[in-house]
């Protein structure tokens, strides 16, 4: 974690106007005990010592930072020596247990959780990833552990609904709503609302009413936190760009938040276009929507004009949710990150490129991110250095893509 | 007006009563359904009248609660639509005090400023918004104010006294106790520890206090007698909505409230 970053959110959870908490009264006194507790752990050394360790002999970090040469060469092509125009680098969050980066925040939690001396564990799951970490983390330290999964992404996600299974949690089928994230962390709360004394709500993405945000962001910038010691170490220099994919956001804050003092790293958040922005379709609140509040914060938003939340599209199950974290919203507001779209089908086209140029299948999720990339190195100078946030495996994806592809795997 | 709910108060007070608070959802079960509804639980004896504006993600509600606002907004019910459902209201005889209950991001898009000022001219006595607790709540509590309208907070049993004290600072017209942790909906029984709850909030204010949250029954409301000035039936009366046919409906929900006031028989 950097030490100069600015000291936000304030004390009221706030990114400038964006954050805050906006909960039921029943969830005040909850969220006030954990914001009291993550500030305790933080300050403990012997917490910062027992996550270190999980992260280091349980997690398996710090993940590779991986120089993807014949991807570079393919995008941008060779100098005079043979050398690629540009260097892309990829922050192997892959390869962290549980296959991404989402097990990085559920150790803390986890950790948290006990602290609190709450045994019961909530969480709420997209993809599916979140859900598996939650899942491997309590039966590791112990803990009761119940997923609520929108029934749209059961269907999606059959493979990482068998392994939470497996791994001794509960997963509860949502079949309110648009039956994806947004459902299932609705009933999530509504779960909390009704169990708080007992139970931890183990939030998996940067969204949720403060000290969420902020937690979340604490323990993901670890991707960032290495990636900038890495590329030093490798490069000799900071690089020019930061990409990652934006659903709920964790990933790419993760990966940005330790960079924000070094102004010269851009950061491009890859929000998910779906059929395109000019239709329904798509899940890009930053893009194509505007601020309110949903969960607890006030960020960016899809909703109508009357303020109901809109329905989402996004081939990604991990990014199919109408909201953002509120830091991202201030990211935008500030001008400090830019934020671009990729849709369904080019993030289909960087899935198979991935595949086949480097032999890693990425997540359809950050296949957004690498989607961004193959435009914007039409775009750079020569020398430029980027790292990608590659945020998971694609193992869980290979139903869906399978379909999208037209392909029968039976 | 806020003046209108205290009055109605003192009146259940005086008769030695727990005020009855009927809830609707707005537009449920069909767009033109409310004025006849509330219409009826004026008849059966409702002190005020507790109107929802339905969102899409009511995260503090139970299943009952979720239909009803899906079902009013797929029939077309929007919070834009809410000032002149008021006014119709108004215009159909309903002079009870009547308080709006929602979520914040409807107020948000509507403009919390306009939002506040347009209820309040159609004639809304007092506002309800389950998600803006007292530390985000100064903004919408000062339009509140000087639309002379009631700002009521929402406290839990989890609450502790600090809240409870923050909370009833804000509040104006009374105090929505939350019966139980949880979300809103039927349930059989009311908790064994509301009565030292209930003590614990009138101890930090002298304001009126209604407990809402899974009340259903008359014993419910005999129980709080002395505890509580109000109560809030909301789940069960749209629940008694949704499975009764439209030509049985205000017959029903009359019937429903003469009961829990104590004018009917069961």
Redesign the interface.
Known sequence: MSNDAPVLPDERGRFGEFGGRFVPETLMTAIGELERAFAEAQADPAFRDELDALLRDFVGRPTPLYFAENLSKRLAGEDANGEPRVRIYLKREDLAHTGAHKINNAVGQGLLARRLGKRRIIAETGAGQHGVAAATVCAMLGQECIVYMGAEDVRRQALNVFRMKLLGAEVRVVDSGSRTLKDAINEAIRDWVTNVETTHYLLGSAVGPHPYPLMVREFQSVIGGEAREQLLGVEGRLPDYAVACVGGGSNAIGLFHPFYMDESVHFIGVEAGGEGLDTPRHAAPLSAGRPGVLHGAYSFLMQDEGGQIEETHSISAGLDYPGVGPEHSFYKESGRATYATATDDEALTAFRLLSETEGIIPALEPAHALAHIVKLVRDVADGTVIVVGLSGRGDKDMEATAKALGVKLT | MSERIGEALARAKADDRVALIGYLTAGFPEPDATVELAKALVAGGADMLELGLP???P????VTM?RSN?KA?EQGM???RSPELIRELRAAGVVIPLIVMT????????GQDGFVQDIAAAGADGLIA????P??SEALSGRCREASMAFV????????DE?IAL?SRQASGFIYC?SV???TGVRRALSSDLGEYLNRVRRQTDLPLAVGFGISRREHIEALHGKADAVIVASAIVDLIEATPREEREEVVRGFVEVLTGRGKV
């Not at chain 2, 995260?59 to 139970?62: E, F, H, I, K, S």
């Open positions: 969102f899409s993600d995260l503090a509600d139970g979720q899906l907004l929007t919070v834009a979520y914040y991001n409807p107020i948000l898009a509507y389950v998600d803006v607790p530390e985000e907070p929402l406290l839990a049993p989890t609450s502790t809240r909370a939350v942790a949880g979300v």
